[in-house]
């Protein structure tokens, strides 16, 4: 497992969260309990913090980052992330806020400032720009991204699925490799 103690501040990790040891978790970082970090994701909470809740899955390959505090963004945005939230392959979050009960597409962006409530679908390879707040119970495509309608109840009881689907799933790379938690 790769973390880094960046300017006296350590990541905290959560209990029975699972690492992979190709991720990189650096700084002012704290991962909530039964979330996955899946191989080749970094997190980096080096110049501003990074706060992701329970049962957030970051999958294969993710950059998480912030903005720093500066002449252009005075206070920064920090990167926070609710809970039972699943950020797909390769997504990049820098500097945004998530609600609870997300689904991040594979290759989405969502850029600084930027608000997704709770109950959003980001579909896959979508921008949201710097600053933008979505609605929630809300699907979202495109780039830059648009809302197209809204979830259904299937849909919304999804969220709740996936998280648990990759809580059983981490639990079995934990109980494989007891080293990887």
């Known amino acids: 497992m790769n973390l880094r103690e960046f300017q006296g501040k350590h990541p905290q ?75 797909g392959h390769r997504a990049v979050l820098h500097g945004c806020t998530l609600g609870d009960e997300i689904l991040v597409g594979m290759g989405a962006i969502i850029m600084d400032g930027a608000v997704v409530p709770s109950r959003v679908v980001i579909g896959a390879n979508s921008l949201v720009p710097p600053g933008k707040e979505l609605d929630s119970d809300s699907l979202y495509v495109g780039s830059p991204a648009q809302r197209v309608r809204a979830l259904s109840a299937s849909e919304t009881e999804y969220f709740k699925y996936t998280a648990a689907n990759y809580v059983r799933l981490k639990d079995q790379y934990l109980a494989e490799t007891p080293s990887f938690g």
Do not use: Y
């Not at 309990?33 to 080096?46: F, H, K």
């Not at 912030?66 to 609710?82: M, V, Y």
């Open 13 to 87: 990790i959560g209990a029975e969260t699972f690492i992979d040891p190709s991720a990189v978790v650096i700084g002012d970082v704290e991962l909530g309990r039964d979330c996955s970090v899946w191989p080749g994701t970094i997190i980096r909470g080096d110049m501003h913090r990074i706060r992701i809740g329970d049962r957030c899955s970051i999958q294969d390959g993710s950059v998480l980052h912030i903005t720093h505090a500066g002449p252009f963004t005075r206070d920064g945005h920090p990167l926070i992330i609710g809970n039972d939230v699943t950020v």
